[in-house]
C-alpha cells in the first residue's frame, strides 16, 4: 500500500505559478504510475497529468499542455507538478493518485489540495 500526502496548493492571480507535492510513503513508490487529478466544484474528477513508473514518460490533458509539468523523484518518494500561466479555468482540487502495476484505474489517493486562480 501507499499513502500519499499534497501539499502547494493556494490563492494565486491569473498568469501566476504554483507548485503541487505529492509525498508517498512506503518502499515500493517506483512501481506505481503517478498521476494528478482535478474536480471543480460540480463537475467530475478529471486526469491533469501522468508519469510513468521510470519517469520516462508523461501524459498531459490538451487543457494543460505546454502550461503545467509533472515529475517524480523516486530515491524521495515525491511527485511534483509545476503549474505555470495558470487561468481561472484551472480552480479546482488536485488530488494525486498512484496505480498499482496491472491496474486499469488508480487505486490510491490523496485528501486533494485547493487551488483557486482569480481574475
Known amino acids: 500500500q501507499v499513502q500519499l500526502v499534497e501539499s502547494g496548493g493556494g490563492l494565486v492571480q491569473a498568469g501566476g505559478s504554483l507548485r503541487l507535492s505529492c509525498a508517498a510513503s512506503?518502499?515500493?513508490?517506483?512501481?506505481?504510475?503517478m498521476a494528478w487529478f482535478r474536480q471543480a466544484p460540480g463537475k467530475e474528477r478529471d486526469l491533469v497529468a501522468a508519469?510513468?513508473?521510470?519517469?520516462?514518460?508523461?501524459y498531459y490533458a490538451d487543457s494543460v499542455k505546454g502550461r503545467f509539468t509533472i515529475s517524480r523523484g523516486n530515491a524521495k518518494n515525491t511527485m511534483a507538478l509545476q503549474m505555470n500561466s495558470l487561468k481561472p479555468e484551472d480552480t479546482a482540487v488536485y488530488y494525486c493518485?498512484?496505480?498499482?502495476?496491472?491496474?486499469?484505474?488508480?487505486?490510491?489517493w490523496g485528501q486533494g489540495t485547493q487551488v483557486t486562480v482569480s481574475s
Open positions: 508519469i510513468s513508473r521510470s519517469g520516462g514518460g508523461t
Open positions: 512506503g518502499r515500493t513508490f517506483s512501481s506505481y504510475t
Open positions: 493518485a498512484a496505480k498499482t502495476e496491472g491496474k486499469y484505474e488508480y487505486n490510491y
